[in-house]
């Protein structure tokens, strides 16, 4: 996928001593690592004769790749005749290792008789794959042998598409997770998608305030954590049971206890 900003800068090269003039326009541009930024200049040539250009392109990271087009291949200079004008497209293609930043440079072009001009150039990368979870519960109650449901909704803050989105919790063993949906096949640029989640706690859990980190993975990135607390008390019905057992060891005590005493 490519953006492509384009700045059609009018470049006045007169004859004689004059030197070479441009609009003070910088050409700028943001993409994303792995993209390719493409400008469009043209080049006005408004003297009585043709006259050759050599074309640069200075001040860029290792790894960025600057090549010079005018429609077809690659050039590094170009001509123009005379009260006419030379349209240029620059590329650079960002690697997909390149960092995040904001980058600085000149573009330059040198006439046959050594007048010249320089234009400021900025590119902005950015990241090209990031996910994120935006919307979820901080805190929840639950009760050990039951179940409890939260949702979470992610976001795709990145620049292209995710693939096999889904959402993961790190609970201790013997908790249960269950998502609806179990993953999203592709999530765009800027959408959102909402997870609903059902936990069940075993009955053997004690009371305690358990943190549950929540993360999003995808074909392509992992989102920061996101905590989830979750507090666990014991289940009304085990306190049944409980009271219910003792009762029986009471009276089981006490009929054994009487059948003694009559011997």
């Known amino acids: 996928m490519k953006y492509i900003l384009s700045f059609l800068i009018l470049v006045t090269l007169l004859g004689g001593v004059s030197l070479a003039r441009a609009d003070e326009a910088a050409l700028a541009q943001t993409v994303s690592a792995g993209q390719t930024a493409v400008y ?3 080049i006005h040539n408004e003297t009585a004769v043709t006259h050759d250009y050599a074309l640069s392109l200075t001040g860029l ?3 960025l790749t600057t090549t010079f087009t005018q429609g077809g291949p690659l050039v590094n200079q170009i001509t123009v005749a005379a009260n006419e004008y030379g349209l240029v497209t620059i590329r650079v293609d960002v690697g997909m290792e390149t960092a995040v930043a904001h980058y600085t440079a000149h573009f330059t072009a ?5 007048d010249s001009l320089t234009l400021p150039v900025t590119l902005n990368v950015e990241n090209t794959y990031a996910v994120k979870i935006v919307s ?3 805190n929840v109650s639950a009760l050990s042998g039951q179940s409890f449901t939260f949702d979470a909704t992610a976001a795709n803050s990145g620049a292209a598409a995710v693939t096999n989105l889904v959402l993961t919790a790190g609970v201790p063993a013997k908790w249960i997770v269950q998502t609806d949906p179990v993953s999203i096949p592709t999530l765009e640029p800027g ?3 909402a997870f609903h ?4 706690v075993p009955s053997s859990q004690t009371s305690t305030d358990q943190e549950i980190k929540l993360a999003l993975t995808s074909d392509q ?3 920061p954590d996101s905590a989830l607390m979750v507090r666990v008390q014991k289940s009304p019905m085990f306190l049944y049971v409980a009271t219910a057992v003792m009762g029986l060891a009471i009276v089981g005590a006490f009929i054994t206890f009487r059948r003694k005493g009559r011997r």
Do not use: F, K, L
């Open 40 to 42: 469009q200049i043209e």
């Open 61 to 63: 990271p290792d790894g």
């Open 110 to 114: 040198v006439r046959d008789d050594g």
């Open 136 to 138: 979820q519960n901080q």
């Open 191 to 193: 959408a959102e998608a």
């Open 197 to 200: 989640v059902t936990v069940q």
């Open 221 to 223: 990135t992992t989102s």
